[in-house]
């Protein structure tokens, strides 16, 4: 699919033609970017603030509480935010895409696409994973600011840490590579989760019970692969970013 896909863009731009449709692409990426940004927001401020409460109840016991906040901005920027992202995505926006490609290919739609000479790979395909793809990273910043304010606002209320000092710490630990890092998976991430939910809704078989099916594999498939690409990622940045 990948191959073709590419192939059918290229042709494409050889013939200075824009290799997707604008107004899908647009479309696409509000749906999958703006439409998310609420769910994202909310989940990582508990998750933010679920990360430092129990990190700063840890750290007590040492007396380092002063640690919470390089721990808890780092870790959402590198690992949490990125992986939490990848995982609302392939859950919302993956199964979407599933579930609508497998619908149109148990419908005969994706055939008469191709029948009337347009290539469905590029018509379908291409504004889906690009939007995903592109939009991953934005969201991903979104998810760390959110979730470094949740933990900010609890270490304030449990732990005695005011907002000040917090953004200070943050500012002094956060290097630009966690940065880079971050976003680097975001995008990698973001296209897994796009060439898994439009591969496993056009092998869609078997009518509607077949997209339900199709459905739920790629949700499973599109997380299980996230974590293991976020786990190959951490392994290759520990050894040549340490």
Do not use: D, K, N, W
């Given at each position: 699919m990948v191959r073709e896909t590419v192939s059918e863009t290229m042709e494409r731009i050889k013939a200075h033609r824009t290799p997707v449709r604008l107004e899908h692409f647009f479309e696409e990426s509000n749906r999958a970017g703006v439409g998310s940004v609420?769910?994202?927001?909310?989940?990582?401020?508990?998750?933010?603030?679920?990360?430092?409460?129990?990190?700063?109840?840890?750290?007590?016991?040492?007396?380092?509480?002063?640690?919470?906040?390089?721990?808890?901005?780092?870790?959402?920027?590198?690992?949490?935010?990125?992986?939490?992202?990848?995982?609302?995505?392939?859950?919302?926006?993956?199964?979407?895409?599933?579930?609508?490609?497998?619908?149109m290919t148990a419908g005969g739609e994706v055939a008469a696409i191709e029948g009337m000479g347009i290539g469905a790979l590029r018509y379908l395909v291409t504004p889906r994973i690009l939007a995903i793809f592109f939009l991953t990273p934005c969201l991903t910043v979104i998810s760390v600011v959110a979730g470094i304010c949740g933990a900010a606002f609890i270490s304030d209320l449990m732990l005695q840490i005011s907002y000040g000092f917090f953004y200070d710490q943050v500012i002094a630990n956060l290097l630009v590579k966690d940065l880079m890092a971050g976003i680097v998976k975001s995008f990698l991430f973001g296209a897994i989760i796009g060439l898994i939910a439009c591969y496993k809704g056009l092998s869609v078989r078997g009518g509607a019970a077949g997209v339900g099916t199709a459905t739920t594999s790629s949700v499973v498939t599109a997380i299980s692969a996230v974590i293991i690409c976020d786990s190959f990622c951490n392994v290759f940045i520990v050894l040549f970013f340490p």
């Open positions: 609420p769910m994202v927001i909310l989940l990582s401020v508990f998750v933010g603030l679920t990360m430092a409460l129990l990190t700063g109840y840890q750290l007590q016991f040492f007396g380092l509480v002063t640690l919470v906040p390089a721990v808890a901005s780092v870790s959402f920027t590198r690992e949490m935010g990125p992986l939490f992202t990848g995982i609302v995505l392939a859950s919302r926006i993956g199964a979407a895409y599933t579930a609508e490609l497998g619908a």
